[in-house]
C-alpha cells in the first residue's frame, strides 16, 4: 500500500482525482464508483476539470460497487439514483454506461451473478475508487466470520445503518436492511485501487487496515493483498498510523 496524506479532505479528493484524471487521459475505460461522503471530494474535482480543463468521459463506463435490496434506480437515496446526481450526470458518462447492481431483482442471487458478469465482460476495472467504513467494511462487505468472494446479497450491520441515516432524513428504520455488493475478490481484481478516509472516526480501522492482520473482520484489510493500492488520508483519519507507513 502507498500511504499519502494531506492536511485535510479537499486535498485527497484533489490527489485521488489526478489519478483517476491520468487513467482516463491515458485511455481507462472502467471505473469502479462508491458513494457515500469519502469520494465527493474526487467527484467534485473531476466534475471542475471535465468543465474547465477538458476532461472527457466520453468512453468511460462506471460500475458502481453497491445496492440497496428493495430500493428501485429511480428513488432518491438508492445509489443508482446518488452517483449520476453527484457525478456522472456532470461530466457526460450516458446513463446506460453507469451500471450497478439490480437490488429490485426477483432473484436478487441471479442478479447478483449477472453483474459480476457485466463486470467481467468489460473489465477488469481500471481504477476502483472506495471509501472506509467505521467498522472496516468495504462497499457493503461487512465484518464477519468470512467474505464473499463475488457480488453478494449482505445484510447490513446496525452501525452500517445507523450511518447511512443521515441520508434517509435521520430515520434508521427507512435504511435498508439489505443490499447487494461487490465481494472483495471482484473490487481485488481492479488494476489500480484507491481509498479515500478522512476524519478521527476512521484512524482505527485505518491503523488496522495498514498494519493488523488480513481477516475478514476487518474487510479492508484485504486490501493488503492487492498489488497497487494507494491510500489518501487526511491527518485525522491518518492519527495512528506509525511512522513506518508516513510518507
Same mark, same amino acid.
Not at 479532505?9 to 484524471?21: F, H, L, N, R
Not at 457525478?87 to 453483474?115: K, L, N
Not at 488480513?214 to 498510523?241: G, I, K, M
Given at each position: 500500500? +502507498? ?5 485535510? +479532505? ?24 462508491? *458513494?457515500? =461522503?469519502?469520494?465527493?471530494?474526487? $467527484? ?11 476532461? *472527457? ?9 453497491? +445496492? ?14 446518488v452517483i449520476r446526481a453527484e457525478f456522472t450526470d456532470h461530466v457526460g458518462i450516458a446513463s446506460d454506461r453507469?451500471?450497478?447492481? &439490480?437490488?429490485?431483482?426477483? &432473484? ?9 458478469a457485466l463486470i467481467t465482460d468489460a473489465g477488469p476495472i481500471d481504477v476502483q475508487l472506495l471509501g472506509i ?12 466470520? +468470512?467474505?464473499? =468472494?463475488? *457480488? ?5 450491520? &446496525? /452501525? ?54 488480513? *481477516? ?15 491510500? $489518501?488520508?487526511?491527518? =485525522?483519519?491518518? =492519527?495512528?498510523? /506509525? ?5
Amino acid at each position: 500500500m +502507498e500511504v499519502v496524506i494531506r492536511q485535510h +479532505e479537499q486535498q485527497c479528493g484533489v490527489t485521488a482525482a489526478d489519478i483517476i484524471a491520468d487513467a482516463v487521459a491515458c485511455g481507462a475505460t472502467t471505473l469502479g464508483l462508491a *458513494t457515500g =461522503s469519502s469520494p465527493l471530494s474526487v $467527484y467534485r474535482e473531476l466534475i471542475r476539470r471535465h468543465r474547465k480543463g477538458g476532461l *472527457t468521459f466520453a468512453d468511460v463506463q462506471a460500475f458502481l460497487l453497491d +445496492e440497496y435490496v428493495g430500493l428501485p434506480p429511480g428513488h432518491p437515496q438508492s445509489y443508482a439514483h446518488v452517483i449520476r446526481a453527484e457525478f456522472t450526470d456532470h461530466v457526460g458518462i450516458a446513463s446506460d454506461r453507469v451500471h450497478s447492481p &439490480d437490488g429490485i431483482a426477483e &432473484d436478487i442471487f441471479g442478479a447478483a451473478q449477472a453483474y459480476d458478469a457485466l463486470i467481467t465482460d468489460a473489465g477488469p476495472i481500471d481504477v476502483q475508487l472506495l471509501g472506509i467504513g467505521a467498522n472496516g467494511h468495504i462497499g457493503f462487505n461487512e465484518p464477519g466470520d +468470512e467474505l464473499a =468472494s463475488r *457480488t453478494h446479497r449482505v445484510k447490513l450491520a &446496525d /452501525s452500517t445503518r445507523r450511518d447511512n441515516a443521515g441520508l434517509f432524513a435521520g430515520d434508521i428504520s427507512k435504511v435498508p436492511r439489505e443490499a447487494l455488493s461487490m465481494g472483495m475478490g471482484t473490487i481485488l481484481k481492479a488494476a489500480t485501487v484507491i481509498l479515500i478516509a478522512t476524519g478521527e472516526r476512521k484512524a482505527q480501522c485505518v491503523e488496522q487496515m495498514v498494519h493488523g492482520a488480513v *481477516t475478514p473482520r476487518l474487510p479492508a484489510s484485504f486490501l493488503q493483498l492487492h498489488r497497487d493500492v494507494e491510500l $489518501y488520508l487526511d491527518h =485525522s483519519a491518518a =492519527s495512528r498510523l /506509525s511512522p513506518r507507513s508516513r510518507p
